[in-house]
T-cell receptor, first 112, second 112 residues
């Protein structure tokens, strides 16, 4: 089992470009999450999805959109990237029986 | 969302017991207390979770007093590989998902 996978691992964008970060899980979990982590800081919740077909804003949703394509996949889109979105992005799923969240390896994004 | 406060950094030595205390004065009745560990360039990893009194697993113990306004993560006999950032979180469940708030965490350094 791969657990939680994220693509790409690294990405460099110019200001104004768009891109989609992909996340997939094979853990059969309903809840999925997108976080960002700036250097030296804790993670901040961008968006989450409690189940297929539902999404909700987290703490820092501005500048992002999400799609819960199916139970396995939850993507994060930057429509017009800004330098302030330079960060490491983590996707996570949650086991509802234990409330334990499982994190992917992260995508390191740089916007110049 | 309940906020947590924990020391920014701690130092200890191999073989020692390390206790990291976290305060969460505004914890709600239904909230659980969860601790995660994060190594550089990796996503956080679940350590332990509890609601009240004491919880123990194969890697740590969690002590929660009766008023639940604080909690202490205890790591027995630490090794160099326990050097990491440790996050104390209080979960806020909303419509089937858990909105976690990560603070800056405690940077634990274990010395030989």
């Amino acid at each position: 089992n791969a657990g939680v996978t994220q693509t790409p691992k690294f990405q460099v964008l110019k200001t104004g470009q768009s891109m989609t970060l992909q996340c997939a899980q094979d853990m059969n979990h309903n809840s999925m999450y997108w976080y960002r982590q700036d250097p030296g800081m804790g993670l901040r919740l961008i968006y989450y999805s409690a189940s297929e077909g539902t999404t909700d804003k987290g703490e820092v949703p501005n500048g992002y959109n999400v799609s819960r394509l199916n139970k396995r996949e939850f993507s994060l889109r930057l429509e017009s990237a800004a330098p302030s979105q330079t960060s490491v992005y983590f996707c996570a799923t949650e086991d509802r029986s234990s409330y334990e969240q499982y994190f992917g390896p992260g995508t390191r994004l740089t916007v110049t | 969302l309940a906020k947590t406060t924990q020391p920014i950094s701690m130092d200890s030595y191999e073989g020692q017991e390390v206790n990291i205390t976290c305060s969460h004065n505004n914890i709600a009745t239904n909230d659980y207390i969860t601790w995660y560990q994060q190594f550089p360039s990796q996503g956080p990893r679940f350590i332990i979770q509890g609601y009240k009194t004491k919880v123990t697993n194969e890697v740590a113990s969690l002590f929660i007093p009766a008023d639940r306004k604080s909690s202490t993560l205890s790591l027995p006999r630490v090794s160099l590989s326990d050097t990491a950032v440790y996050y104390c979180l209080v979960g806020d469940e909303y419509q089937g998902a858990q909105k976690l708030v990560f603070g800056q965490g405690t940077r634990l350094t274990i010395n030989p």
